[in-house]
């Protein structure tokens, strides 16, 4: 057992979320979602699935969790691989944009994309979603990060959510 699995052992127990059929959706795989998908890897969440339609460009070396050979490649294949490198674990990568009409039906959704209509339809279409337990939303400022939490299920996590 590795130092890292021992420190998040009291908070997190991959081989329970695992074992009860959890599953984690990340929607965007840039500055956010990229580092998001290898540290969910990194806690041993074996069902990832990805979404993103962007490919890598020489910007993104930058700031995001990808490599000089990944240039040129879509986002969620280059980060399926860096994760497979790393950690043994395969994805599931989708190169597509997430629709009204998508089905996500995971444990947790981590919203990681750049535009608030996206954040928003994104939300929206997963407060009837009875699977979800959580939505973990981030946005980016010049120089913060911000993170909500929300459960779709619930009625006054969906007018909060909204009102924001």
């Not at 699995?5 to 599953?23: C, Q, Y």
């Not at 050979?69 to 190169?95: F, P, R």
């Not at 699977?131 to 006054?156: A, H, W």
Request: proline share 1%; charged share 25%.
């Amino acid at each position: 057992m590795s130092v890292m699995d021992i420190r998040h052992l009291s908070v997190f127990k991959a081989d329970e979320f695992n074992e009860n059929g959890g599953s984690v959706t990340v929607v965007g795989a840039g500055s956010v979602g990229s580092f998001m998908i290898s540290q969910l890897a990194n806690l041993g969440v074996k069902e990832i699935i990805v979404y993103d339609f962007d490919e890598v460009e020489a910007q993104n070396l930058a700031n995001q969790h990808f490599r000089v050979e990944d240039i040129g490649k879509k986002k969620v294949d280059a980060i399926a691989e860096q994760v497979k490198l790393e950690t043994g674990i395969e994805i599931t990568a989708i190169s597509d944009k997430v629709t009204e009409d998508t089905m996500i039906n995971s444990t947790y959704v981590f919203l990681a994309v750049d535009s608030m209509e996206a954040r928003k339809m994104i939300a929206q279409s997963l407060f009837f979603n009875t699977y979800t337990l959580g939505v973990i939303e981030s946005r980016m400022d010049v120089e913060l990060l911000y993170t909500y939490t929300f459960n779709p299920q619930k009625t006054e996590h969906q007018t909060a959510w909204l009102a924001d």
